[in-house]
């Protein structure tokens, strides 16, 4: 593992924190209480701003104002062409403004600045641009009644949504839940990671400048005990969605239940496996395993950490990853040289390595990585473990750092029924030539999502989301669509009719 935290060489941007108020009814207020929060640097641990720390009484404001827009406003009323319209705009200005929204999430989660700009703000914008396309082709059906009556269906939106959104990708997940739901005609309060408040917040304002109007899009940063459970118990919320770990989406879902039954959408934790085949290309199939474990520091619901290999080409596969690991450059996310950053908070971080302490103490074997990579920040070399079995924490619990357990296999029989040992069922992978080898196992996975001699494979015409205990509902396609939106039958009687 080489390190990048020496003499920078490497331009870091300027960057001048704009927004540090929760956003409410289209203004930037600070909390009712007065209470602020800091936001860390993971690079260096120091405190880049104090941003305004949102709890029930806000979000009690922040859902009033979605509920008048909702109820008495323009957006779900406007033809979908013309909310489309703004999205389109919207998008244009996340666009421009891309190096400065990539840095906020570099400063804030720790994340690659050059992935930012090429893909993660991009793919934000791209995502409005996909809906608001679908904005104007929303519709229901006529129905062929059995009676003499005229029936027929309606999609409506779904009214206030509250949208609680993780620190890993403050920016995609965002997106993923704020563009349908515009598209849908909804109005919103989305609680961003208390880790990473800063881009949601300009997106915020953007989406004013856009001209989406006041009371639409509400930003109520704060923490998850506070205003996140008081957005899941809210009696005028219609419906939540959260991203997140499995333990607080069983509290999200209970605070539905218990207060007004509003439907939940969940994508919460994963334990992917990919599977290599004998007959993979073992320089491919490693290069794959590295990016599906280590992309974004292996701080991704959809990592990649529960390897299988057949045994004809384990040695090899095994001796090439720990060398490609070696290689990997750790350091500040601004170098465009570097492939990691550091791991977004002290917490995080701090987990990361107890795992491998406990992979360590139940008997596994330390390849390579292992141990912190810097005096200063959230660094972590990347980590292959080897001999690891099915019943360890580290091949069952998600760790979400740059920690990969390698693990042999004979038969496809054999190698489904570990893949499946798992609560959780969120994204798989296969590498194989062989297409009866992939169609049998891509059935065969309990998962969301298999993808095949390749990895993450997003795209926004791609439903994504979990099964078991990685969730329910889908972001992202048009399933993404649906979730916002109910379905309403109207029925008229016909008379003298010539036909049904």
């Known amino acids: 593992m080489a390190a990048a935290n020496g003499a920078k060489g490497f331009e870091v941007p300027e960057l001048d924190i704009k927004f540090t108020k929760l956003f409410i009814n289209g203004q930037f207020v600070d909390a009712a209480s007065g209470k602020t929060f800091e936001t860390r640097d993971p690079r260096t641990g120091e405190v880049i701003a104090r941003i305004a720390e949102g709890d029930k009484a806000d979000i009690d404001l922040a859902v009033k104002a979605a509920r008048e827009a909702f109820d008495n406003g323009p957006w779900p009323r406007m ?49 409005l641009r996909y809906y608001a396309g679908a904005a104007d082709k929303i519709h229901g059906e006529t129905l062929k009644m059995a009676r003499p009556l005229h029936g027929y269906t309606l999609k409506e939106p ?50 004013k400048e856009a001209g989406v109007p006041d009371g639409v899009l509400n930003v109520v940063p704060g923490f998850g005990p506070t205003a996140g459970a008081a957005m899941a118990s809210h009696m005028d919320v219609d419906k939540i969605s959260f991203t997140g770990s499995t333990e ?23 334990k992917s496996p990919v599977i290599v085949f004998d007959d993979a290309d073992v ?65 995080q971080y701090e987990k990361v390595l107890k795992y491998i302490d406990v992979g360590k103490s139940e008997g596994a074997t330390l390849l390579t990585g292992g141990k912190p990579c ?3 920040g959230y660094y972590i070399e990347p980590t292959i473990f080897t001999d690891v079995t099915d019943d360890m924490s580290i091949a069952q619990e ?103």
């Open 248 to 270: 607080v989406g069983r509290l999200v879902m209970q605070a539905a239940a218990l207060s007004n039954l509003k439907p939940v959408s969940l994508e919460l934790g994963g």
């Open 398 to 500: 998600e760790i979400f750092g740059p920690v990969m357990a390698l693990m042999k296999f004979k038969t496809v029989e054999e190698v489904i029924q570990k893949a499946n040992s798992t609560r959780y069922g969120l994204a798989a992978g296969v590498v194989t030539k062989n297409i009866d080898t992939m169609n049998t196992v891509s059935r065969s996975v309990r998962s969301g999502v298999v993808w095949v001699n390749c990895y993450f494979a997003f795209d926004p015409d791609a439903p994504f989301g979990g099964c078991k205990m990685s969730g329910f509902g889908k972001d992202m396609g048009t399933d993404a669509l649906e979730k916002y939106m109910h379905t309403k039958t109207v029925v008229t009687p016909l008379y003298n009719t010539p036909w049904l």
């Open 158 to 207: 779904v009214g206030v949504v509250g949208h609680i959104v993780p620190w890993n990708y403050p920016t995609t997940m965002f997106f993923f839940k704020v563009s349908p739901a515009l598209a849908a005609g909804c109005t919103m309060v989305v609680k961003p990671a208390e880790q990473t408040p800063l881009s949601a917040l300009f997106y915020a304002y953007l989406a």
């Open 79 to 127: 033809p979908g062409c013309a909310r489309a319209r703004i999205m389109h705009k919207f998008a244009d200005l996340v666009d421009q403004h891309v190096e400065e929204l990539a840095a906020l999430d570099t400063v804030d989660a720790g994340k690659l600045f050059m992935m930012g700009k090429m893909m993660d703000i991009p793919g934000g914008a791209n995502l």
């Open 283 to 347: 320089d491919m199939a490693v290069n794959l395993v590295n990016m599906a474990t280590y992309m974004n520091k292996g701080e991704i619901c959809v990592a990649g950490t529960r390897i299988y290999v057949q045994e004809g080409i384990y040695d090899a596969f095994v001796k090439k990853s720990v060398e490609l690991a070696k290689k990997s450059v750790v350091g500040d996310p601004f170098n465009p040289n570097v492939h990691q950053g550091p791991q977004v908070d002290k917490d």
């Open 374 to 376: 810097s005096d200063k």
